[in-house]
């Protein structure tokens, strides 16, 4: 793979309207610009980010996940516009893919297309209906002539529905020579990156229009624009689970999380989101559940179950509004209304109804430890920390507030008592 990828993504996207850089909004859980950065994985191992508005938050956030890749900060005071963002970016490869940080639906195939063939520069276009706002191709003959930006446009070149998808492969000895003589004599007073087409024409370079769909390059600008992209971004991770054997009833309706696994047969019902990292095999999750950050094996979730980060649950079910946080469950099962947070609980017990780990006393956090075959009672709260042995059962109605021995029963009520002929004393004889 000796291509270099550069991507941009230095711009403020004002037209974001929002405090976090554009290109760390996300798209099925994960930054629009990772989706960028895992694209160009696919064909180069020289991958540099130019950064500028927020670098060091987008930088950070970039190192937490990836390595390896490289970072240039543009001179935007400077040098403003795309050409100024390549001013100083060194490559290691002969041939050079730049990429923008806001087109997080760009594939592995449409990377190659751009970077296939002999042009010394192969540039991606698109057609559109409605081209404004975008730079206009010119293309004579098969061969770019040049790229006119919206605000440096003719009336006649306003008409021309080829537009600049913003996405070039260049031969790396073209940018080190014209990079350093772009000028911003233009209607932005920016340096255009667009400005090396007409550089390499004037040399008579061959400069090749490479048509690209549209879905895929045309960039993330608005929170609209991101909406969008993410129902493109949901149906390809759908469909891409379903083909690997995931069975989803009404799939529209399902969210799931570009990094999520799933493994054997697995079912998702209607209104399901698969959040985070998951890792689902053999599991069947039920209509309006929501999963993330979560290992589930050969269990059922839901309805309207919540299976909350670092959830481990095997050969178990819970049922509807059970919700589970920073557990293992083996070989449970609680069928409905339970908060089990920072637990572990082993095979062969249930967990009735109402029962609440009271892990939190408003300060920290403590364990609740249940062992096997254990009965608990409807209405229990287990105040944590504390833990139940093998074999017990737990009297519905109690607040254990101290650990509980193999083979015991536990129970903590206020004795209930009857008044004969109460009601009619009360409320008189009907
Ligand atoms: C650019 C093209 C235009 C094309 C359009 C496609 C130029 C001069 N124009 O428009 O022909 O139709 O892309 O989207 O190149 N960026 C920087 N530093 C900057 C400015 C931008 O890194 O100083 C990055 C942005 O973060 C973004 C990309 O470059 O990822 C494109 O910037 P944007 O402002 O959207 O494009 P335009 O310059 O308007
Ligand atoms: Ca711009």
């Given at each position: 793979m000796s291509i270099s990828v550069v991507i941009l993504a230095a711009g403020q996207g004002t037209r974001m309207k929002s405090s976090t850089p554009k290109v760390?909004?996300?798209?099925?859980?994960?930054?629009?610009?990772?989706?960028?950065?895992?694209?160009?994985?696919?064909?180069?191992?020289?991958?540099t980010v130019v950064l500028y508005h927020?670098?060091?938050?987008?930088?950070?956030?970039?190192?937490?996940?990836?390595?390896?890749?490289q970072f240039h900060i543009q001179d935007a005071e400077q040098f403003p516009g795309t050409g100024g963002a390549m001013k100083g970016v060194k490559t290691r490869y002969e041939r050079t893919l730049i990429l923008n940080g806001d087109m997080p639906l760009i594939t592995k195939s449409s990377l190659e297309a751009l970077t296939a063939g002999d042009a010394e520069?192969?540039?991606?276009?698109?057609?559109?209906?409605?081209?404004?706002?975008?730079g206009r191709v010119i293309i004579e003959e098969g061969n770019v002539h040049e790229i006119v930006e919206q605000k440096d446009c003719t009336p006649e070149q306003l008409l021309v529905q080829n537009v600049n998808a913003g996405v070039y492969a260049v031969n790396s000895e073209l940018l080190e020579r014209y990079i350093?003589?772009?000028?911003?004599?233009?209607?932005?007073?920016?340096?255009?990156?667009?400005?090396i087409i007409k550089m390499a024409v004037e040399e008579e370079r061959v400069v090749h229009p490479v048509f690209v769909a549209e879905e895929e390059f045309k960039g993330v600008n608005s929170k609209l624009d991101l909406s969008h992209a993410e129902e493109i971004m949901q149906t390809r991770i759908r469909n891409h689970w379903m083909r690997e054997g995931v069975i989803m009833r009404l799939p529209q309706t399902?969210?799931?999380?570009?990094?999520?696994?799933?493994?054997?047969?697995?079912?998702?019902?209607?209104?399901?989101?698969?959040?985070?990292a998951s890792r689902l095999k053999e599991a069947h999750i039920k209509a309006n559940s929501v999963v993330e950050d979560a290992v589930i094996e050969a269990s059922s979730v839901g309805p309207m179950g919540r299976v909350r980060p670092d959830s481990l649950l095997k050969h178990t079910h819970i049922g509807n509004f059970v919700e589970v946080k920073k557990s293992t469950l083996e070989g449970v099962k609680a069928g409905h209304l339970a908060y089990l947070g920072d637990a572990t609980i082993d095979s062969g017990t249930n967990i009735g109804a109402g029962t609440i780990t009271c892990n939190y006393d408003g300060k920290k956090k403590y364990q609740t430890k249940i062992g096997k075959n254990v009965f608990i009672g409807s209405d229990t709260q287990l105040v944590a920390p504390?833990?139940?042995e093998d074999d017990v059962l737990i009297a519905a109605g109690s607040t254990i507030t101290k650990d509980v021995?193999?083979?015991?029963?536990?129970?903590s009520r206020t004795p209930m008592k009857t008044i004969k002929n109460f009601f009619y004393r009360f409320f008189g004889e009907k």
């Open positions: 760390l909004h996300t798209i099925s859980g994960k930054p629009m610009l990772f989706h960028a950065i895992d694209a160009a994985q696919e064909i180069s191992t020289d991958i927020q670098a060091k938050r987008i930088q950070e956030e970039i190192e937490a996940v990836y390595q390896g890749i520069i192969n540039m991606s276009v698109i057609r559109l209906e409605n081209p404004s706002g975008y350093p003589k772009l000028n911003n004599n233009n209607a932005q007073a920016e340096y255009y990156l667009t400005d399902i969210f799931i999380d570009a990094r999520a696994t799933f493994e054997g047969e697995c079912t998702l019902e209607n209104g399901v989101s698969i959040l985070g504390v833990t139940i021995a193999k083979g015991e029963l536990a129970m």
